[in-house]
């Protein structure tokens, strides 16, 4: 790699698995040293020792503020600022609309709406020197699929906030954009389904509806992620990059 990020300092949230550890590697091989976070230790753990070097994990829940408050202080107290912070941390559960409750929407909502929402706020102090903020969509945020409900409204919900966003934050120098992935070869397929058979079902349904005949690697998320955290993209803000294999786009 090049060391591109070399000396910057930065955030994934969900970063023990999937597109978060897949981002978090590539920025350590670009030079940054990595602060993850993500709600299970031992999934932590096992990131920290993939990873290698250069990075930290702190064990906290976006739904949860003063789990957000104490990674923040954290941060400061060690490194003083941030540069780069990708909010990618979600959850996704399945429910038809008719058979939802106010669990379901609570939960969804208060994670990937409200959770990224905050993530964000209170991350602002520490960026001193511009910097850039990169938040995790959804080819969901444009397309309706049954019992995918409440998670497409999050993630509609957060190619909104990029664009306030980009807007709020230029004069501190601050970029935000959005990385809207399709179907991704990561942890959170299995829980969408309750059965092996389930899942087989389910990913030969994507497979089927996806241009390129294929599903989506994590490593192929952390390039885009990349492009957008990095000076590569140094003219954009307020921009969604998608890569879902086509399925939005064709």
Known sequence: MSDTLTGKIALVTG???????ATAKRFVDEGAYVWITGRRQAELDKAVAEI??????????????????RLYALIAQEQGRLDILVANAGTV????????????FDKTFGTNARG????????????????????????????????????AGTKAAIRSFARTWAAEFKDQGIRVNVLSPGVIETPIIDVQFT?????EAGLAMFK???????????EEMANAVYYLASDQSSYTTGFELVADGGVTEI
Do not use: C, W
Not at 93 to 103: C, H, Q, Y
């Open 15 to 21: 970063g023990s698995t999937g597109i978060g550890l």
């Open 93 to 104: 559960e399945l429910r038809p609309t008719a058979l939802a409750d106010a669990e379901h």
């Open 208 to 218: 089927s509806m996806i241009p390129l005949g294929r599903l989506g690697r994590p």
């Open 52 to 69: 290698g070097r250069n990075v930290r994990a702190v064990t906290g829940d976006i739904a949860n503020l003063d789990d957000l408050d």
């Open 116 to 151: 990224t929402y905050f993530t964000v706020q209170k991350a602002l102090p520490l960026f001193v020197d511009g910097g850039s903020i990169v938040l995790v969509s959804s080819g969901m945020n444009v397309k309706g699929f049954p019992a995918y409900g409440t998670y």
């Open 195 to 199: 059965t092996p058979e389930a899942v």
